[in-house]
């Protein structure tokens, strides 16, 4: 009985150390989605976003006046991201889920690279409009702003993209792809 007891305070010790395999404590598992969109702007009659495709290769969650780092491959909040290339759709799109640290954010941004994983054209963002078809392989930091809070409970985060798809609305060349996409923000 004592060796019992022994074993199953090691197995408990062994579960919870670092890399144990055990908990995080004080992290929260978020549900990210991306909300609905209309493709047609209602700035630009004429343009319509009919397919956008992201390459999401990571992930931050920033509180109140927290920076990102210069070259935000760096930044130490960084959740790397195993999605691929995910053509997002005009009726939502699930992420998945990320373990996040508890707390109050007020930004989230995602890194868009080209090559990330299970890429078939090796493109950070395509997008299909009335203009026609564009596509970028430059880094590209989406952000979406707003008041999230992460707690031990139902962790669900509906980012707002139709500033994103407005912005790319009126795309009429390549390089203007990256310019317009991190000059708004989505909401959440």
Same mark, same amino acid.
């Given at each position: 009985?004592?060796?019992?007891?022994?074993?199953?305070?090691?197995?408990?010790?062994?579960?919870?150390?670092?890399?144990?395999?055990?908990?995080?404590?004080?992290?929260?598992?978020?549900?990210?989605?991306?909300?609905?969109?209309?493709?047609?702007?209602?700035?630009?009659?004429?343009?319509?976003?009919? *397919?956008?495709?992201?390459?999401?290769?990571?992930?931050? /969650?920033? @509180? !109140?006046?927290?920076? #990102?780092?210069?070259?935000?491959? +760096?930044?130490?909040?960084?959740?790397?991201?195993?999605?691929?290339?995910?053509?997002?759709?005009?009726?939502?799109?699930?992420?998945?889920?990320?373990?996040?640290?508890?707390?109050?954010?007020?930004?989230?941004?995602?890194?868009?690279?080209?090559?990330?994983?299970?890429?078939?054209?090796?493109? *950070?963002?395509?997008?299909?409009?009335?203009?026609?078809? /564009?596509? @970028? !392989?430059?880094?590209? #930091?989406?952000?979406?702003?707003? +008041?999230?809070?992460?707690?031990?409970?139902?962790?669900?985060?509906?980012?707002?993209?139709?500033?994103?798809?407005?912005?790319?609305?009126?795309?009429?060349?390549?390089?203007?792809?990256?310019?317009?996409?991190?000059?708004?923000?989505?909401?959440?």
């Amino acid at each position: 009985m004592g060796k019992a007891i022994v074993i199953l305070i090691m197995l408990i010790g062994i579960g919870c150390a670092p890399g144990g395999g055990g908990t995080t404590t004080g992290n929260g598992i978020v549900d990210v989605n991306m909300q609905a969109y209309t493709g047609l702007s209602s700035k630009v009659s004429s343009m319509a976003v009919t *397919s956008l495709t992201m390459c999401f290769k990571r992930l931050r /969650f920033k @509180t !109140e006046g927290e920076s #990102t780092d210069a070259d935000p491959s +760096t930044d130490s909040d960084n959740i790397d991201l195993s999605l691929g290339e995910i053509t997002l759709s005009a009726t939502g799109t699930n992420l998945g889920l990320v373990s996040v640290p508890y707390g109050t954010y007020s930004r989230v941004e995602f890194d868009l690279e080209k090559d990330c994983v299970d890429t078939i054209t090796s493109n *950070s963002v395509e997008v299909t409009n009335g203009n026609g078809s /564009f596509f @970028t !392989e430059d880094r590209i #930091t989406i952000k979406f702003e707003g +008041t999230f809070v992460v707690g031990s409970s139902s962790n669900v985060l509906n980012l707002g993209v139709q500033a994103i798809v407005d912005a790319l609305d009126s795309v009429s060349a390549n390089e203007q792809i990256k310019t317009q996409a991190e000059a708004v923000s989505g909401t959440y």
